[in-house]
């Protein structure tokens, strides 16, 4: 099994980045006060590399700043219909909210992907999606 839960985060996010595809592997995410079966059968409808720069041209029009460098381990929760239901910022580095609220401008950033997501396989009778992946503040 892998969490999201904050205890091991690191190491969840370790394996699941290296195993998550397996087809044997079952994954669960902790939402709603219990754990909840989840697929990650689902990305981005333009690829990664696109997320990415979507990512980067956001952040740099909302905020122009001195945190460069820095980066946080995200998740984020689809129900059924891929309607964004919860984001996580896991871990962050480099940057703090003491100046500015990051965490916020990111959660923001990925809401507003909703709607450019895609299932990679033909699972109907899945209720949740999981994705995660690492925004970089260049």
């Not at 990415?52 to 945190?67: H, P, T």
């Not at 129900?79 to 916020?104: A, P």
């Not at 033909?122 to 209720?127: M, V």
């Amino acid at each position: 099994e892998i969490g999201s839960g904050l205890v091991g985060s690191e190491m969840c996010i370790r394996d699941r980045l290296d195993t998550a595809k397996s087809p044997k592997l079952e994954i669960f995410y902790y939402f709603g006060k219990e754990f909840q079966k989840v697929s990650t059968d689902i990305s981005y409808t333009d690829g990664n590399e696109s997320l990415r720069k979507y990512q980067d041209s956001l952040y740099w029009a909302n905020y122009n700043g001195d945190e460069i460098n820095g980066s946080c381990l995200y998740t984020i929760l689809f129900d059924e219909k891929l309607k964004i239901q919860e984001i996580r910022i896991v871990k962050r580095g480099g940057y703090n909210n003491s100046k500015f609220d990051y965490d916020g401008l990111i959660k923001k950033i990925l809401l507003s992907t909703e709607g450019k997501w895609k299932k990679t396989k033909d699972t109907h009778s899945e209720n949740w999606y999981f994705t995660m992946g690492r925004f970089r503040v260049r």
